[in-house]
C-alpha cells in the first residue's frame, strides 16, 4: 500500500492530496529514512509523521482496504510515539491556552520578546530531522 493512502486511510491526514503533499515536503520518515508519496509500506513498518513540533509514529500492522473508522485505526496501525514527544505535546498544548485569554488582542512588545526566546531555546530540539 502507497504511504499516503495509509496515511489517509488510519487518519492522520482529512485528505489524500494532503497526505501526499506532507510527505513531499519531508515530514513523512519510513523506518528512519525520507520518502516519496508513492512509496510502498509493508506490515511491520515504522512511520514517523511530524505535525507541528511533535513526532508522532506508527507501526503498520496490516493494510486496510479503505479509509477506516477512527475506533478501527488500532487494528491496522499500533501508536508508537515515545513517551517525551507525548509530553512534549501536553506542554505545547497547555502553553498554547494558557497564556492569553481570548480576544485580548495582540501581545505586548515584552510578551512577545519572552515568547521568542522560548521558541529559539526550544527551537534546535523540536524541529530536528531524525537521522538516516
Not at 507541528?52 to 477512527?70: D, E, N
Not at 501536553?90 to 520578546?113: C, H, I, N, Y
Request: aromatic letters at 10%.
Amino acid at each position: 500500500m502507497r504511504i499516503d493512502k495509509f496515511l489517509w486511510c488510519i487518519r492522520v491526514y482529512k485528505t489524500r492530496t494532503l497526505a501526499a503533499e506532507q510527505v513531499k515536503l519531508g515530514k513523512v520518515w519510513v523506518n528512519e529514512e525520507l520518502i516519496k508519496p508513492s512509496r510502498e509500506i509493508k506490515p511491520g513498518d515504522v512511520i514517523k509523521v511530524r505535525k507541528g513540533p511533535i513526532h508522532f509514529s506508527w507501526k503498520m500492522l496490516t493494510a486496510p482496504t479503505s479509509r477506516v473508522g477512527a475506533k478501527l485505526v488500532s487494528t491496522y496501525a499500533a501508536d508508537v510515539t515515545s513517551p517525551e514527544e507525548l509530553a512534549r505535546l501536553e506542554v505545547f498544548r497547555l502553553q498554547m491556552s494558557a497564556d492569553r485569554p481570548r480576544g485580548s488582542g495582540r501581545p505586548t512588545k515584552r510578551e512577545r520578546r519572552d515568547l521568542d526566546e522560548f521558541f529559539d531555546l526550544e527551537n534546535d530540539e523540536w524541529f530536528e530531522t531524525p537521522s538516516a
